[in-house]
């Protein structure tokens, strides 16, 4: 039975700058860095949280909105704080006429995540 994922990707144009932004800006920890042949699998992840990302190097898309959520408990917080350290939003929190409150910010290569509170 599946229990959950594992891991999701994102593309990015340089590795070393991803892996400075995520764990620099967001604060996400290093939580692999091999290589494997040519290629660098770097995982990284929200503290205390069991999914990861994979910083791809030009797999995919650079630069379009990803489909990944994040989720806090408190967006006020969470803006203020990553908003202090250079994360550029796009979309400031905002209440949803469903009840949540959502923001919009881009990485180093302007992919494009999701902020989620979902009971505000």
Known sequence: MIKNIHVTGVSVSDQDRALDFYTNKLGFEKRADISV??????????????????????RGTVGTFTSVVFATDDMQATYDELHGRGVR???????????????????????????????A
């Open 89 to 119: 939003f796009t979309q400031e929190p905002a209440k949803q006429d469903w009840g949540g409150i959502q923001a919009q910010f881009v990485d180093q290569d302007g992919n494009t995540f999701l902020l989620l509170q979902r009971n």
């Open 37 to 58: 042949g040519d290629y660098r699998w770097i995982e990284v992840v929200p503290p205390g949280a069991e999914t990861a990302l994979v910083l791809e190097p030009g």
